[in-house]
């Protein structure tokens, strides 16, 4: 694991992170599994939708693989922003 110190991150300006489809979020989406999966919680759920809090993601990539409807459209942030790690 990098030390902290070769860890930045470059703010990102664009949206990389949405929901396909809400409404399955809201009507079969019973345990709303994100809400726990992703270690630095980035969705919450708020008045019966998901609120997503992007500048908390560290692209480890537990959206694509946890949501149970595949239901979250994640994508690595465009331009080389987002979570950067120096080598060397
Ligand atoms: S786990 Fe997927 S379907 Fe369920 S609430 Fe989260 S994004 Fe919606």
């Known amino acids: ?6 860890v930045q991150r470059i ?11 809400p409404a399955i979020c809201l009507n079969r989406c019973v345990n709303k599994p994100c809400t726990y999966f992703c270690p630095t919680q980035v969705y919450q ?6 609120a997503i ?4 993601c560290v ?3 537990a959206s694509v693989m946890g949501c149970p409807y595949g239901n979250i459209d994640w994508r690595y942030p465009p331009g080389g ?3 950067v790690i120096k080598h060397g």
């Open 1 to 6: 694991m990098a030390p902290m110190d070769q």
């Open 11 to 21: 703010p990102v300006t664009e949206a990389f992170i949405d929901i396909y489809d």
């Open 45 to 50: 759920w708020w008045d019966n939708q998901i």
């Open 53 to 56: 809090d992007q500048e908390r």
């Open 59 to 61: 692209e480890c990539g």
């Open 81 to 83: 922003t987002g979570v």
